[in-house]
């Protein structure tokens, strides 16, 4: 199991609804029951020790199976968001897979497909997860895709026995940002055959965001969309829009690991409700890491009751002597300390009653203890 606790295995009731955030510390995955043993997966994370999608083991410890699985959805490419993705899509055969407009053109596909072997350490981009996943989920049938105010899903699409209406929304990735990633894709195909080394973008330009509702139950899920103050990209292009969803949500998984850039102050006023439960995976490579102090604070300042997957602090490890710490740099040319362990915040209510309960599992806090 990918956890322990009590009840952690349980499964969620066919009138209940279940968000759970999977985090190691790099990556997540987010695991949505809208009832009846229909499950949405958005994006996915490695187990750890493996590379083994940690949504699909999740379902595994709670009795569900990969036919249980309705959509998957990636949010962008970015290698922390899909990592075990093509498996995951492999697996779940009878899933829908959703993703941006963009990366299911052609020219994207041929960016894909050039990168057959060897990939290069620079490759973090996702390439190679995206291209799996393309290869399992094109030959299904049409792909689903993400653009801005879309709906995906009704109720007549995914009946629900418990009653209540469902819609799936992608709010993003906007027109513009479309149009810009096909003028970039353009640039990068002519000299790929030599140069074979993925360029990844600079911002998360493609990020999906997911907005579910289920009866008067609305979840917003932000992938890693970011703000860039121009009305026509990114969160400002959400919430000028026109054609979103006006109901607003209760629950919110923080976008961008809760950094400034994926913020917008009128996230918190426009698309959600006041104090919303909210949960974040938090993200450390080498030195870098996110949130900061300053954006927890900033997090709280909305709300109380948020939650991270793992603790940014870690676990201190042992203190050691001179000698041994002298012997360890004589034998290695470098080491350093193992990532952060993994955690998971779920969170559960009945479909059009109460409020969220949460459990947390792993190293999952408090989002006021991330850095404690």
Same mark, same amino acid.
């Not at 510390?25 to 499950?39: N, S, T």
């Not at 899903?153 to 513009?176: F, N, V």
């Given at each position: ?21 999977? &985090? ?32 699909? *083991? ?27 993705? /093509? ?18 053109? *052609? ?21 190679? $997860? ?39 929304? !992608? ?5 513009? $940002? ?8 353009? !640039? *990068?195909?002519?000299?790929? =055959? ?19 509702? +289920? ?80 954006? =927890? ?29 002298? !012997? ?14 993994? &955690? ?5 209510? /009945? ?5 969220? *309960? ?6 999952? +806090? ?7």
């Amino acid at each position: 199991m990918l956890f322990a606790g009590n009840d952690y295995n349980t499964p969620p009731k066919a009138d209940e609804l279940e968000v759970t955030v999977i &985090g190691p510390g790099y990556g997540e995955a987010i695991a949505v029951h809208l009832g009846d043993r229909k499950w949405v997966l958005i994006d996915s994370c490695a187990r750890p020790g493996d590379s083994g999608p940690a949504s699909l *083991q999740y379902l595994n410890d709670l009795g569900m199976a990969p036919s249980d699985v309705v959509a998957i959805v990636a949010s962008h490419w970015d290698d922390d968001h899909i990592r075990g993705l /093509a498996q995951l899509v492999a697996s779940c055969a009878d899933a829908d897979f959703i993703l941006s407009g963009a990366l299911g053109k *052609q020219e994207f596909t041929t960016y894909a497909e050039i990168y057959d072997r060897p990939l290069t350490a620079r490759a973090r981009s996702g390439v190679r $997860e995206m291209r799996g996943a393309l290869r399992a989920a094109v030959p299904r049938g049409p792909l689903r895709l993400a653009a801005s105010n879309k709906r995906i899903y009704s109720s007549a699409d995914i009946p629900l026995a418990h009653g209540a209406r469902l819609e799936l929304w !992608t709010l993003s990735p906007s027109d513009k $940002e479309y149009d810009n990633f096909l003028v970039w894709l353009a !640039t *990068q195909i002519p000299g790929l =055959v030599t140069r074979r080394v993925a360029v990844n973008r600079s911002r998360n330009d493609l990020s999906a965001v997911v907005f579910i509702s +289920v009866g008067d139950d609305a979840m917003l899920f932000g992938g890693d969309l970011e703000e860039e103050g121009n009305a026509n990209t990114g969160w400002s292009a959400i919430i000028g829009g026109s054609g979103r969803p006006r109901q607003k949500c209760s629950l919110f998984k923080i976008a961008h690991h809760g950094s400034p850039t994926g913020d917008h102050p009128e996230i918190w006023t426009e698309l959600l409700m006041p104090a919303p439960t909210a949960a974040l995976a938090p993200w450390k490579r080498g030195k870098g890491s996110l949130p900061s102090q300053i954006d =927890v604070q900033r997090i709280l300042g909305f709300t109380s009751d948020a939650y991270s997957t793992t603790s940014l602090a870690g676990r201190k490890p042992r203190a050691r002597g001179r000698t041994v710490e002298r !012997t360890i740099k004589e034998a290695s040319k470098s080491f350093s300390a193992l990532p952060q362990h993994p &955690g998971a915040v779920r969170f559960r209510k /009945a479909v059009g009653k109460g409020a969220w *309960q949460v459990s947390l599992f792993g190293d999952a +806090v408090p989002l006021a203890r991330v850095h404690s």
